[in-house]
Structure formats: structure tokens, C-alpha cells
T-cell receptor, first 112, second 116 residues
Framework: DAKTTQPTSMDCAEGRAANLPCNHS???????VYWYRQIHSQGPQYIIHGLKNNETNEMASLIITEDRKSSTLILPHATLRDTAVYYC?????????????FGKGTRLSVIA | EAGVVQSPRYKIIEKKQPVAFWCNPI?????LYWYLQNLGQGPELLIR????????DSQLPKDRFSAERLKGVDSTLKIQPAELGDSAVYLCASSLSGAASTDTQYFGPGTRLTVL
């Protein structure tokens, strides 16, 4: 799987949008972008994934650039409970149940 | 619906002692994973099961680690003997079987092991 690059840490004020970038410049055409997050003392939690188009669900929005070399996870109104490590993962399409390959992620701190 | 259950949540042992971790996946999930997470790092796969068959155990240190999933449901991960470097969080995850690339993996809370 292609590797990803994320900032080590970010801060965000409570109630503001949190924009978490991810670079995946070597991504292949058949690879999805996944986002997971890990709150302290919990296991990772799925957030969202996408291939080419922007995606939105009840948790977040995912913006993928046209060349697919980078993406941004957007938490529209961050709360203190969104403080966590966020992982951007690239995964081959139709890979079935292959394991996730995690990097170090971005530690997001939401500040009151 | 219950999520992935792991026990114990915390375990402290002395080096050279054995230790075992237990995982109960989400009902109906045929695929089960064990991941290792060192402090400040992302999780790394140790072993993956499809039903009761270990289909990917290339990262499992077989000299001291073993795992089983006898009836294709619950799984146990064992370390014998434990070493200081085994101190970490051991995560269990499960997912539905199938070829869909969008199969979501659901993680348990993990077992935090401290080896003294």
C-alpha cells in the first residue's frame, strides 16, 4: 500500500472546523483513502473513506484533490471529544480483509 | 449490538512469565485480527484469521507468541515467556468476510500489557 504523510500534531478551537491534511503522492488508481481515529485508551474507530469523489457522513467530510495525491479530513464543528490521533490510510480496492497499515497519525487537540 | 470485547483491559506481569489475551469479535464477523501497538506508534498486524484459519501470521514472532481461534469465533493470543519489549497495547479487530474493499474493521479497546 502507498505510504501517507501527516502532520504530527494540530490544535483546533472548540466549535471551529478541524482540517486534517494527508499526503499520499504515490497513491495508485485502485487505492482508497481511509480515515480512522483513536481516542485515548480506546481502539481505532472508522471515520470515512473515499476513492475519487468527496464524501460526507455524520462524522466528517473527506475532500480528495483531483490528482488524488492529497486529501483533507474535515470535522465541521470540533468538540472536546474529538481530541484523538487521526490516521490516514491508503488501501487497495477490492482487497477484502487485508489488514490496515497505520502510520503515526496526527494528534488533534481540541481546545476549549 | 456489542462491539469487539477484549479481556483483560490491563495486565502487569514479570518478565519470563506467560500471559494470555482473549477476544470476542462482533457476532457474524468471520475475520479476526490481532494488532500490536507500541507507545506513540500506529497499530501493526500480528495475525489475521479467516474463520479458524490463520491466513496471515508473517509478523507474529513465533518463538514466543501463539494464537488460536478454535471454533472460528473467540480468539486467544499468548506470549510465553514475556520479555520487557513486549510491553504494549494488544488490539483485536473483526470484520465481515468478503471481497469488498469497503469492509470496515471494528476494534476492541485493547489490552495494555506491562512487563516488569
Amino acid at each position: 500500500d502507498a505510504k501517507t504523510t501527516q502532520p504530527t500534531s494540530m490544535d483546533c478551537a472548540e466549535g471551529r472546523a478541524a482540517n486534517l491534511p494527508c499526503n499520499h503522492s504515490t497513491i495508485s488508481g485502485n487505492e482508497y483513502v481511509y480515515w480512522y481515529r483513536q481516542i485515548h485508551s480506546q481502539g481505532p474507530q472508522y471515520i470515512i473513506h473515499g476513492l475519487k469523489n468527496n464524501e460526507t457522513n455524520e462524522m466528517a467530510s473527506l475532500i480528495i484533490t483531483e490528482d488524488r495525491k492529497s486529501s483533507t479530513l474535515i470535522l465541521p464543528h470540533a468538540t472536546l471529544r474529538d481530541t484523538a490521533v487521526y490516521y490516514c490510510i491508503v488501501r487497495v480496492a477490492n482487497s477484502g480483509n487485508t489488514p490496515l497499515v497505520f502510520g503515526k497519525g496526527t494528534r488533534l487537540s481540541v481546545i476549549a | 449490538e456489542a462491539g469487539v470485547v477484549q479481556s483483560p483491559r490491563y495486565k502487569i506481569i514479570e518478565k519470563k512469565q506467560p500471559v494470555a489475551f482473549w477476544c470476542n469479535p462482533i457476532s457474524g464477523h468471520n475475520t479476526l485480527y490481532w494488532y500490536l501497538q507500541n507507545l506513540g506508534q500506529g497499530p501493526e498486524l500480528l495475525i489475521r484469521y479467516e474463520n479458524e484459519e490463520a491466513v496471515d501470521d508473517s509478523q507474529l514472532p513465533k518463538d514466543r507468541f501463539s494464537a488460536e481461534r478454535l471454533k472460528g469465533v473467540d480468539s486467544t493470543l499468548k506470549i510465553q515467556p514475556a520479555e520487557l519489549g513486549d510491553s504494549a497495547v494488544y488490539l483485536c479487530a473483526s470484520s465481515l468476510s468478503g471481497a469488498a474493499s469497503t469492509d470496515t474493521q471494528y476494534f476492541g479497546p485493547g489490552t495494555r500489557l506491562t512487563v516488569l
